[in-house]
């Protein structure tokens, strides 16, 4: 079993910025890959961004890219999202997610495999 710890969020003025952090612990051994998903009240859950180990590779949807930024820290247990430029259409509940196979959708369809969710944040934009 793996945990997953999100910080970072908050309320922010449309064009700030924002940045989520989130730490894997327990059982990583299988994880290859950690991303961002967000959600609102009564929709599905969104892939936001993604990033693998390995070839390092990131993906984003269309509506942050320029904007947001997926990096891995030292170890590839921890993940962070730059959301800079922020939008009112930004705001929504921000999850981290650990998986051994992590694929995005440039529209924020995603595939999963063997996926573990943190709590998530609140972030929004007004």
């Known amino acids: 079993h793996v945990q997953l710890v999100e910080s970072g969020g908050g309320s922010v003025q449309a064009g700030g910025s924002l940045r989520l952090s989130c730490i894997a612990s327990?059982?990583?051994?299988?994880?290859?890959?950690m991303g961002w998903f967000r959600q609102v009240s009564g929709a599905e859950r969104d892939g936001v961004a993604a990033?693998?180990?390995?070839?390092?590779?990131?993906s984003y949807i269309d509506s942050v890219k320029g904007r947001f930024t997926i990096s891995q820290g030292n170890t590839k247990n921890t993940v962070y999202l730059q959301m800079n430029s922020l939008k009112p259409e930004d705001t929504a509940m921000y999850s981290c997610?650990?998986?051994?196979?992590?694929?995005?959708?440039?529209?924020?369809?995603?595939?999963?495999?063997?996926?573990?969710w943190g709590q998530g944040t609140q972030v929004t934009v007004s």
């Open positions: 990033v693998c180990t390995g070839d390092g590779g990131t």
């Open positions: 327990g059982n990583t051994r299988d994880i290859t890959c």
């Open positions: 997610a650990a998986a051994e196979a992590l694929s995005i959708g440039v529209h924020g369809t995603w595939n999963a495999r063997n996926i573990n």
